[in-house]
């Protein structure tokens, strides 16, 4: 069985971030965009290093180094969870490959655990990219002996296993349950967005306690963040403080019960695999079809109802772009139910709440849009499109379409939460619907152009290209980055001038959009 | 009907491809295009399908350059490929409703069509049904379907056979025979030989991106050379050489 193990794992792993295909793949055009990939990645690790860095030096500063271990295993499980969950029916139960290796004399479990495995080592990565610079931190100020360190570096192995245990046992659930409802993508759809939501309330509730911060509260401010952490993830604070103390026996008690949790959630979903995966890819057919009254539709209406019918063929492109606009809805009701003066009060600049409030609307909507993928999740089937009578611009037109009707509920909502909320004069008005248009349009066709410079057809499962493309990157990178740069502007610029920012926003992206969405039309598709 | 001259187009990264390909397809040909795997077929179908670019060369498909005018082009013809990699999100009806919306058929003549062939091919009854539930035959006698329902003048099919059952098989040589007879063309690519020497009035051999022969089956047949056997002495040079 190890060495099943062990052989499955290797395949499960050779391409692990594409590596594989990378060192084989002799088509220069293929290498360099994975040499893009790699940029994009290692802009995200330098500014993940920058945020744990400036927050543990900010903690020791303040003399709150003994709950920093605490803190980074907090964060890196509440990552783990959050992404995990979204990653369990795409990965742990992916068709691709289990059709290959059931007629195989390899156990079921032994699938389970190498899949597991390939989990497993991301988040090992993952962990490193947030412990080891926090550790540098702490190692360059505090100088602690060599059991700190030994112990520090050897949790890494053990941090994320509850997290993905929690996140395997309740992503098993989700899956199991939508396999035997008929509309298996849309029970699956609810599901993880309402427990990704759960999430992000429980922790942004625990976080945002510190509006209730007292004079008593800041001068113990160790025990405050500590008690937050302690309701929050009980475990991330016995580990830490077992690393700080150099209690042995707490810290193996801690992984100890860590490997007792995964391995039992890995026994109970070996357990019913078979059964969930049986449900989940069985199908209903009904083969009693009479052809009746067939309608015409536009070339147009056609293109877009498939890519709707597409979008929601699939629960994994659903959850990762639909969050977009929730957490914007989310945004909006916060402002209205609590009022823009409770959130931003604590901001110096809290007159600046309603020109900011655009900005971060416009933001939160361009995150992760549909069209960032659109066209790499035509995978094999691009060749349809390809060989029929349609020019590119009707093609594209519809990806931007779909993703516009999308939005267009969550926008009015919000916008009707906000107007309640904010009662804006007819030029806050203006721009409280102008600026987020702006910038969604313009993340539609960046996503477009960016995707049709990275398309990736050959995937093996949709997370690769919704999560990890540098397509998907690129595009909420992008988004958000011109939002927060012409949100620094307003700080910058003196009261009156802020006018002028958002007319310069306006037009700048406006400018953009239409030159990306012209130079996207000529492109030639045979050549992607 | 269909002009292919100079043919070239190579692979990034790869010395395979096809070099300097040249046919002539002409109305009511059935042209049969043989060779082994990896030779160049399928690249060659795609490239006239509009599907993959080419480095030099001219196709031209009823009188119309498909590299300055693809979209009129491709109205004339349809291509069905080896393997149906349709929408799987789709119903076989959705995905049928979907290509004649492309090529604007008006409702009752795309009607009558699909009920023809669907009928023909014995797919009405599963058109209600998720193509991720089909069959590789029934996905391909839906792609088959969705190809002829617009009433294509050039019909280019790869491998069409593969996967068809015997029923299926003859009805859509009827078919081709058919398109033919009405002044089409058709022009496929094909492992099986017998059929190709059935059914084609005209063949071509391919080999490593090269064509080496292009003649009448009358030709092949007069020769006292079975087609299976000229195929054989084909690769037999390059193994000598």
Redesign the interface.
Known sequence: MMSQISTLSKLELINLFGFNVFRY?????AKRKSYYLIFTYILLIAFLFSYVVGFSYGLIQIGQYSILPAYIITIISLIILFFDIFKIEGVLFSRQGYEILSPLPIYTHVIVISRFISMYVENIIISCLILLPGLFVYGYLIKPDLIFYFLFLFSVFFIPLIPMALSIFIGTIITGISSRIKHKNFVSIFLSISVSLFIIFTSSKFSSSTSDITIEMLTNLSDTIMNILKKLYPFAVWLGFSIINKDIITWFLCISISLIIIVLVLLIVSKFFQIIYKNLYS?????????G???????L??LTM?EF??YF??SIYVTNTIISPIMALGFSIAIYYFGFEVIFSQYEYHNLALDLIPFIFAGAFCMMNTTATSISLE???W??L??????TKEILDAKILMNLILYLPFFIVSQIFLILALTPNLLDLLWLVLIPTCLILLSCVLGISINLKFPVFNWKNEVSIVKQSTSSLFTGMGGLFISIIFIILLFIVPNNYTIFIKIAFCIFTLIIAVILYFKNNQT?L??I | MLTISHLTKHYKGSNKGITDLSLNIEAQDIYGFIGHNGAGKTTTLKCIAGIHGFDSGTIIIDGIDISKNPIEAKKRFAYIPDNPDLYEYLTGIQYLNFIADIFKIEKEERTKQIKNYSNQFELTSSLGDLISTYSHGMKQKLVIIAALIHQPKLLILDEPFVGLDPKSTVILKEIMNNICLNGGAIFFSTHILDVAEKLCNKIAIIKDGKLVISTNIEQVVNSGMSLESMFMEVLKDDVSN
Not at chain 1, 25 to 29: E, H, L, M, Q, W
Not at chain 1, 293 to 299: P, V
Not at chain 1, 386 to 391: A, F, N, Q, W, Y
Request: glycine share 2%.
């Open positions: 793949n002799k088509d220069k055009k199908t209903y057919t009904k083969n009693n079809y009479k052809i009254s067939l309608k015409k539709e536009s070339i209406f056609t498939r019918r597409r063929s699939s995978g094999k089937n060749w349809i390809k060989s029929l009578p349609l020019t030639d045979k050549e």
